[in-house]
């Protein structure tokens, strides 16, 4: 039997025919899989301060383990105030959506923003301002889980003297100050507080200095706004065998230094803006979240509480979320 070979024109319409299967895709099946989500993330701070920088690690990490292969992430971390511009423009050059971690990086995102329209920008710990088509500012609203650590630390004193030290003195970190001193009071009107700013989130000797200057006044639980920082007001609490109401994460029965922690969810906000961009619902705009998004939003936890502890707060709690107990903004 004789074998038979093609003609050129059966040739031919096979290679149309093959063509045009593989501009549907019927035979590249893996052409129509979508690329990653390419994330920006700027972590001014170091992931591992046991803070704010750390919280928003720790968001990250989890919409990666959520999303698998479905994003691709670019992290720069421990970035100097006058380097946070070139660190943003480089993040988006390269990413679709681009995350500040922190207020201080708010004013570098909107200048950075406007150069790259078509760039998603999400800001963590943004406050209301200049609003642009492609940012997003999510407000933490620091100030009420700020009162309410105010409370928490009253009610575990046994001085009837408490402190705060923030960073950077801006309206935010203040508000936040200012409230944590309003919630002691709420609990015990004659109680001693003392508040003060270091000018810088992550200068460990200088927490160290204001904490112990606290002490010495009869302070012995303290709450803070800091970074790295917080290795100082650590230091001088041990030294002095005082307490530190923890900031931004529940870490309850990992260290005895800690007998409750206040929960920004800085973490919850990274993990939020990634979610909405993967999900096409992203929206620019600032929105608080606060107490009113739930107990992964913002929440105080006193480690062991006792019933009435834990209602006490609760009811705290309501009062803020119905404008019984108005607290500042931040």
């Known amino acids: ?37 390419a994330v920006g993330i700027l972590i001014p701070g170091s992931k591992s301060d046991k803070g704010w920088m750390e919280s928003g690690y720790d968001g990250l990490v989890a919409a990666q383990k959520a999303h698998g292969d479905k994003i691709k992430v670019q992290m720069i971390e421990n970035i100097n105030y006058a380097d946070m511009e070139q660190a943003l423009t480089n993040l988006a050059s390269k990413n679709k959506l681009v ?28 406050n209301k301002g200049e609003e642009l088509p492609n940012v997003a500012g999510y407000d933490v609203k620091q100030a009420e889980v700020a009162f309410l650590a105010g409370a928490a630390a009253a009610m575990l004193s046994k001085n009837g003297a408490v402190s705060y030290v923030g960073g950077m003195e801006i309206p935010s970190i203040v508000n936040a100050g200012k409230e944590f001193g309003n919630g002691a009071k709420f609990i015990n009107p004659k109680i001693k507080y003392f508040e003060n700013y270091t000018g810088d989130f992550d200068n460990v000797a200088k927490s160290k200095e204001a904490t112990l200057a ?41 260290d005895a230094l800690y007998p409750a922690y206040s929960i920004t969810g800085v973490g ?22 606060g107490l009113a998004m739930g107990a992964q939003a913002s929440d105080m936890v006193v480690c062991g ?10 009811d705290i709690k309501k009062d803020i979320l119905s404008g019984k107990i108005k607290v500042l903004e931040g």
């Open 99 to 126: 995350i500040g971690v922190g207020g201080q990086t708010q004013a570098a995102v909107m200048k950075i923003a406007k150069r790259f329209p078509n760039i998603k920008f999400s800001i963590v710990g943004g």
């Open 214 to 254: 606290a002490i010495a006044q009869g302070a012995d639980v303290h709450y803070h706004i800091l970074n790295l920082g917080l290795r100082g007001m650590e230091q001088a609490a041990k030294e002095k065998s005082t307490k530190v109401v923890g900031s931004y994460t529940n870490r309850c029965g990992t």
């Open 1 to 37: 039997m004789k074998s038979r070979i093609p003609s050129r024109r059966t040739l031919a319409l096979s290679s149309i025919t093959a063509a045009l299967l593989l501009s549907a895709g019927v035979l590249a099946p893996l052409a129509q899989a979508a690329d990653p989500l």
């Open 305 to 314: 509480a006792s019933p009435e502890v834990t209602k006490k707060l609760e």
């Open 268 to 289: 919850y906000q990274v993990q939020y803006a990634i979610d909405e961009t993967v999900k096409g619902s992203w929206k620019a705009g600032y929105k608080p979240f």
